[in-house]
């Protein structure tokens, strides 16, 4: 927890959830794994992917035309935990540049 409050100090978004004591956002997998079932069964459209469908489903609540309520331009850096591991997932162009261009030089 303490990771977590370091990053949110710097402006990442944390998904809700993340701090379900052991399983943080495990529940929410599962979730999406029973609803992916339950659309092929039907036949439906299939769901987006299962990290995109976790982002969409603990974004802020901000929902655009296409319905969908995460904006990587809103939060482009997110982290989100399972089974005790912590995971940051990072969209921002400049420090993606900064970690693989001016760090590993």
């Given at each position: 927890m303490r990771r977590?409050?370091?990053?949110?100090?710097?402006?990442?978004?944390?998904?809700?959830?993340?701090?379900?004591?052991?399983?943080?956002?495990?529940?929410?997998?599962?979730?999406?794994?029973?609803?992916?079932?339950e659309f092929q069964e039907k036949?439906?459209?299939?769901?987006?992917?299962?990290?995109?469908?976790?982002?969409?489903?603990?974004?802020?609540?901000?929902?655009?035309?296409?319905?969908l309520k995460y904006d990587a331009g809103k939060a482009p850096n997110v982290l989100f935990s399972s089974a005790g591991s912590v995971t940051l997932m990072i969209g921002d162009p400049a420090i993606v540049q900064e970690m693989l261009v001016t760090k590993n030089a």
């Open positions: 977590a409050k370091f990053y949110e100090n710097q402006g990442v978004h944390l998904l809700k959830g993340y701090d379900n004591f052991f399983m943080g956002n495990i529940k929410q997998l599962i979730q999406f794994d029973k609803l992916k079932n036949g439906l459209k299939p769901l987006a992917p299962s990290l995109l469908w976790l982002l969409d489903q603990g974004a802020p609540e901000i929902k655009d035309a296409t319905g």
